[in-house]
């Protein structure tokens, strides 16, 4: 099946420095890609949306400039958290869809667990 | 905006009752209605659904969609304590079919 590689699993940062996470779809081409970020015990909260070789369209309240999303190819995006804080410590997920032939449309990484200090 | 709500929010029950889990959803151009299983880690796939009054089953689950009601259920018979988990309904529409989640509803199912 569609398998999506992100990494790294775990990271832990000093307080303004910044982190970048990798997702890979493996055997598919990622048309679309969502990053996610998700706080404990609360649900999955869709960031951005980013279409291969175009900019991403970002949620309402999601600083752009502050979470850099490249999608360069059809089988990479990366988001970068630039100029990480403590609040940004939470656990981010991305999920990759390849138009048209799966029937379940989304595969989604195996996410990334922030830590700001 | 697109919005999803679950209900309840959280349900413990014991080894082999049955429970149902509820999801309301708006979304624009709306695609298709899934469910997630999450533990540890990511979000697991469940089921996906797009055409109404057709149900799904994949062992002791299943679900159903009710476009008219913008509405779904996951139901789960003989619980086990390895069901134990928070489960996700996603909402997908849009252009992009990018997915809206409800908040999940956590399920602890006691030995």
């Known amino acids: 099946g569609a398998v999506v590689s992100q990494h790294p699993s775990w990271v832990i940062c000093k307080s303004g420095t910044s982190v970048k996470i990798e997702c890979r779809s493996l055997?598919?081409?990622?048309?679309?890609m969502f990053w996610y970020r998700q706080f404990p015990k609360q649900s999955l909260m869709l960031m951005a949306t980013?279409?291969?070789?175009?900019?991403?369209?970002?949620e309402q309240g999601v600083e752009k400039d502050k979470f850099l999303i490249n999608h360069a190819s059809l089988t990479l995006s990366t988001l970068t958290v630039t100029s990480a804080h403590p609040e940004d410590s939470s656990f981010y997920i991305c999920?990759?869809?390849?138009?048209?032939?799966?029937?379940?449309?989304?595969?989604f990484g195996s996410g990334t667990r922030l830590t700001v200090v | 905006e697109d919005k999803v709500v679950q209900s309840p929010l959280s349900l413990v029950v014991h080894e082999g009752d049955t429970v149902t889990l509820n999801c309301s959803y708006e979304?624009?151009?709306?695609?298709?209605l899934l469910w997630y299983k999450q533990e540890k880690k990511a979000p697991t796939f469940l089921f996906m659904l797009?055409?109404?009054?057709i149900e799904k089953k994949s062992g002791r689950l299943s679900s159903i969609l009710d476009k008219k009601e913008l509405f779904s259920i996951l139901n789960i018979t003989a619980t086990q304590t390895g069901d134990s988990a928070i489960y996700l309904c996603?909402?997908?529409?849009?252009?992009?079919?990018?997915?809206?989640f409800g908040k999940g509803t956590l399920l602890t199912v006691n030995p």
């Open positions: 999920s990759a869809r390849e138009w048209g032939t799966r029937n379940y449309g989304y595969t």
């Open positions: 055997d598919f081409q990622a048309t679309t």
């Open positions: 980013s279409n291969e070789g175009s900019k991403a369209t970002y």
């Open positions: 979304v624009t151009n709306f695609r298709s």
């Open positions: 797009t055409s109404s009054g």
């Open positions: 996603a909402g997908s529409g849009g252009s992009n079919y990018k997915l809206t």
